[in-house]
């Protein structure tokens, strides 16, 4: 689960700042580092990296130009930022924004990691990589207004994603979730409301069996973030019926979102 906006903006030392920011178009997060490396800053990269890798997004982009890195200490710690991307199902694709000349991307051109660690001169190259070679998956995006009869409309094409997608298993849960999200969204907020449902793993029927799981995201234009651990009965619902859910800043406000998993097998009981 995601906590609040500031530990996604978090200063590990005096000079040194994390920042991480979901895109809303494209579901990718960019993580920025600003700083001298340090067993402090290791430490809440490790932690942000966790949270932000727990969204599952679509792919994450480390911006690593502001970082003060003289010894390349840190190469380490970005491949295994880089393989835990790599064991997510489906896999989450990571890259960096390093100058050539920087002695960390020397480093890591040595070690011969590039193949799973692209490095790319400028943000915008990064964010091209990875737009370009993304899968394509089912993805179902539904604008709506902060007025109380958009929690219907959710849950309408919640229960036609689920069907067409047949995931019957996991609609009861995924109503129980978007009608919180939403209605938080048009009671607390009151500006317009981004739903974005997508399908995560393979994509089957009623005749196949595999593992697969939903993502809800709920975007809104307010910054302020929800508690991390819901205090109301609400969000203490999406706690038990979500695989798990937080909540990220973006350029326009923030997204609270939400991932329901199937069993692989009919003995195993969702959580």
Request: charged letters at 15%; aromatic letters at 4%; hydrophobic letters at 40%.
């Amino acid at each position: 689960m995601l906590p609040t906006e500031g530990d996604l903006t978090t200063g590990a030392e005096p000079g040194s700042m994390v920042t991480a920011l979901l895109d809303h178009e494209s579901g990718i997060i960019e993580l920025t580092v600003h700083g001298r490396w340090s067993h402090r800053l290791c430490t809440t990269l490790y932690r942000t990296v966790q949270k932000c890798l727990a969204e599952h997004p679509t792919a994450l982009v480390l911006d690593l130009s502001g970082l003060h890195d003289p010894h390349a200490a840190s190469a380490p710690f970005w491949l295994t930022v880089a393989a835990q991307g790599r064991r997510l199902q489906p896999t989450v694709p990571v890259v960096a924004c390093l100058p050539r000349t920087n002695r960390l991307s020397g480093r890591l051109d040595r070690l011969g990691v590039t193949r799973d660690l692209p490095i790319f001169a400028t943000l915008r190259l990064a964010h091209t990589a990875v737009t370009s070679h993304r899968p394509t998956t089912s993805r179902v995006r539904l604008q709506l207004p902060p007025v109380p009869t958009s929690v219907r409309n959710a849950r309408q094409i919640v229960t036609a994603a689920c069907t067409e997608w047949g995931m019957p298993g996991l609609l009861p849960r995924a109503l129980l979730v978007v009608s919180e999200l939403v209605a938080n969204a048009v009671v607390h907020v009151g500006s317009p409301i981004d739903v974005v449902i997508s399908h995560r793993g393979t994509l089957r029927r009623a005749a196949t069996r595999g593992s697969t799981s939903l993502h809800l995201a709920v975007h809104d234009e307010d910054h302020r973030m929800p508690p991390s651990r819901g205090t109301g009965l609400g969000l203490r619902l999406v706690t038990v019926a979500s695989y798990s859910w937080g909540v990220l800043p973006t350029r326009q406000g923030k997204v609270v979102w939400a991932i329901l998993r199937e069993p692989t097998n009919p003995s195993e009981v969702p959580v």
